[in-house]
Antibody
Framework: QVQLQESGPGLVKPSQTLSLTCTVS??????????WSWIRQPAGKGLEWIGR???????NYNPSLKSRVTISVDTSKNQFSLKLSSVTAADTAVYYC??????????WGQGTMVTVSS | SYELTQPPSVSVSPGQTASITCSGH??????ASWYQQKPGQSPVLVIY???KRPSGIPERFSGSNSGNTATLTISGTQAMDEADYYC?????????FGGGAKLTVL
């Protein structure tokens, strides 16, 4: 079965760029009509959608984050990645990668905690 | 931007029926999904396309969506169902989540 695993630095300095990678196992990132998404959740708060990418490279982003977000895909490595620029303490959160259909997010990674602090 | 509103908390006695609502403008014209999140764990999809249950989700979980409100219903609620529940819909190619509802089984 398909599994997702996030990886990347757990600590990022303010004003720098947060970079995370999601590795997909148990299936090809290019197969099926799936999107690959990033979600985040600050401690004690709700879920916030960051954006999604299709294997072809087409993307959609949360309008509130669009100016700072880039999501990319590497089909040869079966991975997709998130870059969030100019981070502040408000970007401190658990970041999840997910598989998505057109309508729902059906498989989630375990999440990775990212803290923005000097 | 589109908004989904959930009650912050819902309480239910063991064995009773819990109903968690999610409100949004003409939400019934969209598909709603529901996610369960227990402390320290990733969210899990429990209802999709308004009424469907993924494999492995108990039959006591059901959903409906009409007008401006989607509802997650848990029949015969068990202690293990205590968790945060989030509704979700798509609007203009973006994902929208409700603020989450904490279900307490007491």
């Amino acid at each position: 079965q398909v599994q997702l695993q996030e990886s990347g630095p757990g600590l990022v300095k303010p004003s720098q760029t947060l970079s995370l990678t999601c590795t997909v196992s148990g299936g090809s990132i290019s197969s099926g009509s799936y999107y690959w998404s990033w979600i985040r959740q600050p401690a004690g708060k709700g879920l916030e959608w960051i954006g999604r990418i299709y294997a072809s490279g087409s993307t959609n982003y949360n309008p509130s984050l669009k100016s700072r977000v880039t999501i990319s895909v590497d089909t040869s490595k079966n991975q997709f990645s998130l870059k969030l620029s100019s981070v502040t303490a408000a970007d401190t959160a658990v970041y999840y990668c997910t598989r998505a259909t057109e309508l729902e997010l059906d498989i989630w990674g375990q999440g990775t905690m990212v803290t923005v602090s000097s | 931007s589109y908004e989904l509103t959930q009650p912050p908390s819902v309480s239910v006695s063991p064995g009773q029926t819990a109903s968690i609502t999610c409100s949004g403008h003409k939400l019934g014209d969209k598909y709603a999904s529901w996610y369960q999140q227990k402390p320290g764990q990733s969210p899990v999809l429990v209802i999709y396309q308004d009424t469907k249950r993924p494999s492995g989700i108990p039959e006591r979980f059901s959903g409906s969506n009409s007008g401006n409100t989607a509802t997650l219903t848990i029949s015969g609620t068990q202690a293990m169902d205590e968790a945060d529940y989030y509704c979700q819909a798509w609007d203009s190619s973006t994902v929208v989540f409700g603020g989450g509802a904490k279900l307490t089984v007491l």
